[in-house]
């Protein structure tokens, strides 16, 4: 099969678009402002025709996730430079107490693999029975948690943009 890189994800489909994978072309006419021309195009592929590449090996793998209905997932990430020291210190004191409170709360958190940022939150939250911390993950990975999680806490833009396409609140 082709290998590529997910250019695009179309949750509401169950489809991706993939680099170089599943290109049509597109013939345009000629107009008066315009010469013909002939466009390539990558048209999404649904999911369920595309695995998941393992880096350790490149072999093609399958993922399935399943997500405990019954448990409330929060998502939560942190990596802005800003926040570098005392902010990191401070935003895992506040995870650190909301998890001690709400322990019916599942608190999963995709670590920045910058040390300013990992050493501060392994050091304060990885005992926490209820939180559970994670390597960085795929984008599609991601996008999989953001649409299951109940709540996401975060100092990045882009994700405060996507995560209303999936009604969580941020």
């Known amino acids: 099969g ?9 949750k509401s489909m169950d489809k991706v678009k993939v680099r170089g994978v599943n290109i049509v072309k597109k013939h345009r006419k000629p107009t008066q402002e315009n010469p013909g021309k002939i466009d390539e195009i990558e048209l999404p592929i649904h999911i369920s025709n595309v695995a998941y590449l393992d880096p350790k090996n490149s072999k093609p793998t399958r993922i399935k996730y399943e ?17 570098y020291g005392g902010g990191f210190e401070e935003i895992c004191d506040s995870i650190l ?3 001690n409170d709400y322990k019916n709360l599942r608190f999963i958190f995709p670590v920045h693999l910058n040390p300013a940022v990992s050493d501060i939150v ?3 939250l990885s005992k926490i029975a209820n939180i559970n911390l994670l ?7 991601f996008v999989f948690l953001m649409k299951h999680s109940w709540l996401i806490l975060t ?16």
Do not use: M, W
């Open 155 to 170: 100092d990045s833009g882009g994700i405060q943009e996507e995560a209303p396409t999936f009604g969580t609140p941020v």
């Open 97 to 99: 107490e909301l998890a």
């Open 67 to 83: 997500i405990n209905k019954k448990e409330k997932i929060v998502l939560v990430t942190c990596h802005r430079r800003e926040n």
């Open 135 to 141: 390597e960085p993950l795929s984008y599609i990975d």
């Open 2 to 10: 082709k290998s590529g890189e997910i250019i695009e994800v179309l």
């Open 122 to 124: 392994h050091k304060k």
